[in-house]
């Protein structure tokens, strides 16, 4: 007979998921389950804008037909929701953040996304440099459908999804981090599904 204890899970950490591709906690779907706190905002593409304010108030702004202009990319990524589903293998096209903070000059440190919802997050602005965020405009090979955030959205899917604003609007940098909408009604500030970082304190 053994005298071995079994461990406790705060000795062991946090669960591991049993796909080395899931963050401890997640569970794999191959839906692509529609989240929101509100109904649907309509977006005409001819009122859509996506703006670009620094902490020092310069300002750019893209209308939807400046923005399709702009080069863009094939990303294929997983992503993970607070709500503790995953999706892996996910296809998108979208603008890399990279192109549209080109020649910004700025020293802010963190950004507040905007959505056409009203809603608001907060993302460090090193998570949407150098390839790691985009305004994501198709998925699948179609046109991004109203209810996932078209008819474009924020893109960080290393964070957790909440992170990736739908039906983004803009982004307005800052020199110090603030909670954005989600992040006052208890979702982390910084969102790492890998840490399980899903509301605050954790």
Known sequence: ???????????????????????????????????????????????????????????????????????????????????????????????????????VETSAGFAMAHSYAGYTTNVPLADLCGGKAWIAFRFDEKDLEPEHGGPARLLVPHLYFWKSAKWVRGLTLMGEDEPGFWEQNGYHMYGDPWKEQRYTGE
């Open 1 to 103: 007979m053994s005298d071995r204890r079994p461990a406790t899970p705060g000795f062991v950490g946090k669960r591991r998921s049993e796909h080395a591709a899931l963050p401890p906690g997640q569970y794999l779907t191959t839906d692509f389950p529609v989240l929101s706190a509100g109904p649907t905002p309509p977006i005409p593409l001819d009122k859509w804008a996506f703006s670009l304010v620094t902490e020092t108030g310069a300002a750019k702004e893209w209308s939807w037909s400046q923005f399709r202009a702009l080069p863009s990319e094939p990303i294929v990524t997983d992503i993970h929701c607070v709500t503790r589903w995953s999706k892996l293998g996910t296809h998108w096209e979208g603008v890399s953040l990279d192109t549209l903070l080109a020649g």
